[in-house]
């Protein structure tokens, strides 16, 4: 946007930074060129609203003040005054457009998803994102790690209570970064506030937004849209790193997932599972299954000593896979991969006194999927 | 038909004197406001696309 608006937000941008800063208050001013544009129509319009303020409040304060009728005021009785009502009339109109030219330039620019360098794809899922490197085959979900001690309160909370994943979203900075957003399950909102996006995931639709990140750095958001039980728990990190950093991340990633896909086909024992497992179950089921396998019955059974699930593997395999219509327990056949399935139902299947000693193979897994 | 497109377009903003308006109703006939009133919202609606189509390009 290059245009006299944008230098009215930039000095407006400039002059409010020392306020933004200091009192915690306001908005932040954030790290991308739209952040910054979006904090200077803030304080643009913020400013507008108190001259409005003190010259509509000082004129009716000392109207009541001056005129007042211990001092013998008397009312005037007019029935109109053309000129003055259309002043009023016109200065509010000139006033508002002058506010709309550069938000509407601002929004414009908002919109302009075109000649990215790089699309994701963010999936919102009932309590978790899920990010697609499109075009790069790298993909997984990102799930909040905040330990549930310190949700139950029983160890002190840590900086970033409810506000650290897993796995956060890696992005380059200097790069125009799309942002294609969806959701499995009811409408969740992805919004990191230093970076000017709150978007909303609805199932069926694809949201668009974009980022250009100008600095280094780590920054958060949350779901902001109730979509649960566990809305707190769905927190956004995002990690903003220099372009060369990136190469090598997506890099690793891609060789990790070749590896995975080969993991699919070997036979793995019991302990592996179990290990794989276990990380699996307290990032995806321990929210709602509970870390022990308790379960918060009736909307979240217990896992523990279930006859059912101890009895019939192939229900359990069915249950995780394709999930329970009508209930809150989800497919994880698009969000986990199939070692993950498999070892998280071998977790499921020999923890909190199940000991059936079952080790379910990935490639089982893969061709229950294939079905 | 003067007055009548003044009086509408004093309606359009909300402001209209006291004189017009028994003027208006005294000799103006109702089917000559209401045809030049939807003229008036047909440019006005015609201008905001307008604007908008202008502002999108």
């Known amino acids: 946007m290059r245009s006299p608006w944008r230098w009215l937000l930039s000095v407006t941008f400039i002059a409010s930074i020392p306020q933004a800063q200091a009192s915690g208050w306001n908005m932040p001013v954030g790290v991308t060129d739209i952040s910054r544009d979006i904090y200077g129509l803030h304080m643009t319009i913020f400013w507008v609203c108190v001259v409005i303020g003190v010259i509509v409040f000082g004129v009716m304060f000392y109207s009541l003040f001056r005129y007042r009728h211990s001092k013998g005021a008397k009312a005037a009785h007019f029935h109109e005054h053309t000129s003055v009502e259309v002043l009023w009339t016109a200065i509010p109109v000139v006033i508002l457009i002058g506010m709309a030219v550069p938000a509407t330039a601002t929004l414009k620019n908002m919109y302009d998803t075109s000649q990215a360098d790089l699309d994701i794809m963010i999936t919102g899922q009932q309590w978790r994102w899920r990010y697609e490197y499109l075009g790069e085959d790298v993909a997984f979900t990102s799930n909040m790690s905040t330990p549930w001690e310190q949700i139950r309160g029983e160890e002190p909370r840590g900086e970033h209570y409810l506000l650290d994943v897993d796995e956060p979203l890696v992005l380059p900075i200097n790069r125009k970064v799309r942002f294609l957003m969806t959701s499995d399950d009811v409408i969740h909102s992805w919004w990191v506030p230093e970076l000017a996006v709150k978007q909303d995931t609805i199932p069926g639709f694809i949201n668009e937004n974009w980022v250009q990140i100008n600095e280094p750095g780590i920054y958060r958001g949350q779901c902001a849209e109730l979509c649960g039980v566990n809305h707190a728990f769905m927190p956004v990190v995002v990690h903003a790193v220099e372009e060369d950093e990136f190469e090598v991340w997506l890099a690793e990633r891609k060789e990790a997932a070749e590896q995975e896909a080969m993991g699919i086909d070997r036979e793995w024992e019991l302990a592996e599972l179990m290990e794989r497992g276990e990380a699996v179950y307290r990032a995806i089921c321990s929210s709602c299954h509970q870390p022990e396998g308790q379960g918060a019955p009736p909307a979240f059974p217990a896992l523990a000593n279930n006859e059912q699930l101890i009895s019939d593997l192939d229900w359990h395999i069915d249950l995780v896979v394709n999930g329970v219509s009508g209930t809150a327990m989800p497919a994880f056949r698009s969000t986990l991969n199939p070692v993950e399935i498999a070892a998280v139902v071998t977790f499921t299947r020999n923890s909190w006194g199940n000991d059936t000693g079952d080790a379910v193979q990935p490639s089982t897994i893969s061709g229950w999927i294939a079905q | ?57």
């Open chain 2, 1 to 57: 038909m003067w007055s009548a497109i003044k009086s509408v377009l004093a309606a359009l903003i909300g402001v209209q004197s006291d004189q017009q308006r028994r003027t208006d109703f005294s000799s103006g006939k109702p089917v000559v406001f209401i045809v030049v009133a939807i003229g008036v919202a047909c440019i006005f609606v015609i201008m905001l696309a307008a604007l908008a189509s202008m502002a999108a390009r």
